[in-house]
């Protein structure tokens, strides 16, 4: 698997959101990444190859363990991001701010984040990126009692969640795990 402690991260972007993945793929192999980018590509001509099938593509190499991370992009995010989202194993979740970006992985551990070309910035996407990948579940919230643990649930939760058993339990979780979450420490911003 290439992973993000070995600097290694696919990428991907239908026409929406080409020009913010460029700036931020730029961005990132000035520091050093190695990119790989499954989407479309300077050059290419022709009709425009669909955000889903873009997104389904990507999300199947994080699905499938080629990639640990994923960044996408569309005109909105949303489209590549749901595309994405259809594959086993992938948390996926479309960001606009650099603290929902940290957030996505912080205290959701999501393994793709996209964004939109048509809203975001290319400086703002460059900084997203960065906080998307230098950080993982439960990293500075140390502080607040039981954040990783009750973040580490909802992961597994939803990680093993099977509808049809979600289904045949009355919509209920089977056996739901406990882990209390202590009062938010003074001071936190996000």
């Known amino acids: 698997m290439k992973m993000v402690k070995d600097k290694q991260i696919l990428v991907a972007a239908d026409f929406g ?11 990132l192999e000035e520091r050093g990444w190695t990119v790989t980018d499954v989407g479309m590509k300077a050059g290419d001509t022709g009709e425009p190859e669909m955000y889903q ?3 389904l593509r990507a999300g199947a ?6 990639f640990e991370r994923a960044l996408l992009f569309c005109g909105t995010g949303m489209g590549i991001h749901i595309a994405a989202s259809k594959c086993p194993h992938v948390h996926s979740a479309v960001v606009e701010t650099v603290p929902a970006a940290l957030r996505c992985v912080t205290a959701n551990n999501c393994n793709v984040m996209a964004m939109g070309g048509y809203y975001v910035a290319p400086r703002t996407g460059m900084a997203m990126a960065d906080a ?5 579940l439960g990293d500075g919230y140390e502080d607040w009692e039981g954040f990783y643990e009750y973040h580490k649930l909802g992961y597994d939760e939803l990680e093993n969640f099977d509808y049809e058993e979600y289904k045949a339990n009355g919509f209920q979780i089977i056996n739901p795990g406990k882990a209390p979450l202590g009062p938010e420490p003074l001071g936190h911003a996000y």
């Open 17 to 27: 959101g080409f020009e913010l993945k460029e700036a931020v793929v730029k961005h």
């Open 53 to 55: 099938r873009i997104g």
């Open 61 to 66: 190499m994080v699905a499938e363990g080629e």
């Open 132 to 136: 998307f990948l230098e950080h993982k």
